[in-house]
């Protein structure tokens, strides 16, 4: 899933922050691989961090949002997720 930097990057520079990167990858989350969107940036000298894993499905579209600041423990954080089937 490509997304356009303005289209994220835009909204967080109004808000205050800099140095924003944008990155577009897959990542495993509870057992499957999914498209994601890595985002970093800093806000008032404070590194922060985002991770969206976005899943695809007929006639919807979810989203799961992790975001940290200081160390980008994202990863970690989406490995509490699990499945309930």
């Given at each position: 899933?490509?997304?356009?930097?303005?289209?994220?990057s835009g909204?967080?520079?109004?808000m205050g922050m800099e140095n924003i990167t944008?990155?577009?990858?897959t990542i495993e989350f509870?057992?499957?691989e999914y498209p994601c969107i890595?985002?970093?940036a800093t806000y008032q000298g404070t590194p922060c961090?985002?991770?969206m894993v976005?899943?695809?499905c007929p006639g919807y579209m979810s989203s799961v949002v992790i975001a940290t600041w200081e160390t980008n423990t994202t990863k970690d954080l989406l490995a509490n997720?699990?499945?309930?089937?």
């Open positions: 899933m490509e997304t356009s930097k303005d289209m994220i909204p967080l520079a109004n944008v990155e577009n990858g509870i057992g499957k890595n985002v970093s961090y985002e991770l976005i899943k695809k997720f699990y499945a309930l089937n």
